[in-house]
């Protein structure tokens, strides 16, 4: 018993018992939502990469709208522009959108650029703000700029994340290079 008083006033079992207590109030739960947490904003990071490289390929609609449920939404607001602020419903209204940008031919090479996200997760839901500028050449031989931000909601379905709506706020845009030719 004295053996163990004198151990137990050591300052190096003092501190192992510091440490293990810290440990015993680690919420392995919580540490684990957290990871979980950072895994669900990754996967929603490369979801709007998807979705900037679908535009960016001419507009492809299939790619675009596979990327939201079968009932999602696509907007713009602000500054539209030929895209009109009423909302794209559904899968194949968002997909004949982005062919319709295709077809109207006057994009040659487009680059969406997002910056700034701020992604809450909540569970199977979550909500993103992103800053983007996208950038155009025109077949007139000027180069076009779009600046703005995006407002999304995403939802996981069957453990994969998906846009339930995306509004592109539209702050300014316009022409702001003359190629020479």
Known sequence: MKRLKQLKDRPEQVAGRRILKLIGRLDPKKHDNRLKRLEDIEAIRRLKAAYCAACDD????????????????????????????????????????????????????????????????FGNEAKGSWRFLMVYSHIDGSFVRIIGHYEDEYVRREGKWYFRSLIAHVEESGRYLEEEL
């Not at 507009?59 to 990327?67: F, P, R």
């Not at 794209?88 to 994009?107: N, Q, T, V, W, Y």
């Open 58 to 121: 001419d507009h492809d609609g299939e790619a675009v709208a596979a990327l939201f449920i079968e009932d999602g939404i696509w907007q713009q607001s602000g500054k539209v522009g030929s895209a009109g602020m009423e909302p794209k419903l559904g899968r194949s209204s968002i997909a004949e959108f982005m062919f319709s940008l295709r077809s109207a031919g006057f994009i040659r090479h487009s680059v969406h650029m997002v910056t700034n996200p701020v992604i809450d997760v």
